[in-house]
């Protein structure tokens, strides 16, 4: 899996069916510090080596900066930050679902409930769904807000202020 230079950001979903385990990573594909990063996938069977990383289509990448991933706990939603055009501003966070024959949805931009004009980024959904990320829409000047997001059957509730970091 180390084939892949200049990767980090790992996140892993566990199918206990079928007992394969599926890491999702974002690596520089190109030469700018925040240009051509990628979101790649590996996986492996429960006894077994892992597959060698595939970069996700094309559909999804974008020219520019797609990185951090999270994925859900069962797997049905991966989320991801990028700086791509037609966004709200800044980096903004995008979501792609995974459809009935296991293939990713396009990304879907998360929409002004989530995004601003200002930096989203650092997505995280914990065991029992609840959305955590980065923000600089809540702060002034240089700090980043934690917000959180409770699951509910639309997706996620209204996000509310978690912590601040300077």
């Known amino acids: 899996m180390n084939s892949v230079p200049n990767s980090g950001y790992p996140t892993f979903y566990s199918n206990s069916i079928t007992k394969i385990t599926e890491v999702y990573f974002a690596a520089r594909t190109g030469t700018g510090m925040k240009t051509n990063?990628?979101?790649?996938?590996?996986?492996?069977?429960?006894?077994?080596?892992?597959?060698?990383?595939?970069?996700?289509?094309?559909?999804?990448?974008?020219?520019?900066?797609?990185?951090?991933?999270?994925?859900a706990p069962d797997g049905s939603v991966l989320?991801?930050?990028?700086?791509?055009?037609?966004?709200?501003?800044?980096?903004?966070?995008?979501?792609?679902?995974?459809?009935?024959?296991r293939t990713w949805s396009k990304p879907e931009n998360l929409g002004e409930k989530y995004n601003s004009q200002y930096d989203e980024f650092s997505p995280y959904i914990a065991p029992d769904g609840t959305f955590y990320y980065a923000t600089k829409s809540q702060s002034e000047g240089?700090?980043?807000?934690?917000?959180?997001?409770?699951?509910?059957?639309?997706?996620?509730?209204?996000?509310?202020?978690?912590?601040?970091?300077d």
């Open 37 to 71: 990063v990628n979101l790649f996938s590996s996986s492996r069977r429960a006894i077994g080596e892992w597959s060698p990383p595939q970069m996700l289509d094309m559909t999804i990448n974008s020219p520019t900066w797609d990185d951090q991933p999270a994925i």
């Open 79 to 101: 989320i991801f930050a990028s700086d791509r055009p037609g966004g709200m501003g800044g980096i903004d966070l995008y979501k792609i679902t995974r459809n009935p024959d």
């Open 142 to 165: 240089k700090h980043y807000d934690i917000m959180s997001a409770s699951k509910d059957a639309a997706g996620w509730g209204e996000p509310k202020g978690v912590a601040r970091a």
